[in-house]
């Protein structure tokens, strides 16, 4: 069964640092584009961040750029936002999907993890 | 970047019936490679988003044939030949082209 599971959500200060890692399994995770989507509390969704499975290429929301940082591991078959300098417009739940840019959908995606950015 | 209008905002639906959502950006999604990359995710209440349609009028694997997805350039639409009960959510569009991706702001599904 293809499955994605993220962690490392939490409470942070404003200013403060997480990093979120998504868990895949069930499929060729290097194969495969990879991206992070969230939604704010009453929201709609937004699109975070993108990697090529490819080439590892990596892409970015505006919103983002230049304080959030997305990796993988295809050793581990694990995906990570690392997210610096986060703002109360952060707090969010974040989804890890499998598809990015492209002509690969976004067809698998995890429970999401809960941040919270809050003094 | 490509802005993506979707519209009702709300959609009140009876059993049985159809319905249809649209949704339009703000330049063309067709790519050179001749696809046309936009895509239809659903949230039901408190779950995950989930795919629906991809390239404008492919449905995903399990997805009920009463979902159809249709368009060209600029405009697109959802329709379900025949809402049920489990169909309640939110509805949203999103446009795979070029980063940033983006999506619509959703379109609620509601039995009347």
């Known amino acids: 069964e293809v499955q994605l599971l993220e962690s490392g959500g939490g409470l942070v200060q404003p200013g403060g640092s997480l990093r979120l890692s998504c868990a895949a399994s069930?499929?060729?995770?290097?194969?495969?584009?990879m991206s992070w989507v969230r939604q704010a509390p009453g929201k709609g969704l937004e699109w975070v961040s993108g990697?090529?499975?490819?080439?590892?290429?990596?892409y970015y929301a505006d919103s983002v750029k230049g304080r959030f940082t997305i990796s993988r591991d295809n050793s581990k078959n694990t995906l990570y936002l690392q997210m610096n300098s986060l703002r109360v417009e952060d707090m969010a739940v974040y989804y890890c999907?499998?598809?990015?840019?492209?002509?690969?959908?976004?067809?698998?995606w995890g429970k999401g993890t809960t941040v919270t950015v809050s003094s | 970047d490509i802005v993506i209008t979707q519209s009702p905002l709300s959609l009140p639906v009876t059993p049985g019936e159809p319905a249809s959502i649209s949704c339009r950006s703000s330049?063309?999604?067709?790519?050179?490679?001749?696809?046309?990359?936009l895509d239809w995710y659903m949230q039901k209440p408190g779950q995950s988003p989930q795919l629906l349609i991809f390239?404008?009028?492919n449905r995903a694997s399990g997805v009920p044939d009463r979902f159809s997805g249709s368009g060209s350039g600029t405009d697109f639409t959802l329709k379900i030949s025949r809402v049920e009960a489990e169909d309640v959510g939110v509805y949203y569009c999103?446009?795979?082209?070029?980063?940033?991706?983006?999506f619509g702001g959703g379109t609620k599904v509601e039995i009347k």
């Open positions: 999907a499998k598809g990015t840019v492209g002509a690969t959908p976004m067809d698998v």
């Open positions: 069930g499929f060729t995770f290097s194969s495969y584009g």
């Open positions: 990697i090529r499975g490819s080439d590892g290429s990596t």
């Open positions: 330049q063309s999604l067709l790519h050179a490679d001749g696809y046309t990359y």
């Open positions: 390239m404008a009028s």
């Open positions: 999103m446009q795979a082209l070029q980063t940033p991706l983006t």
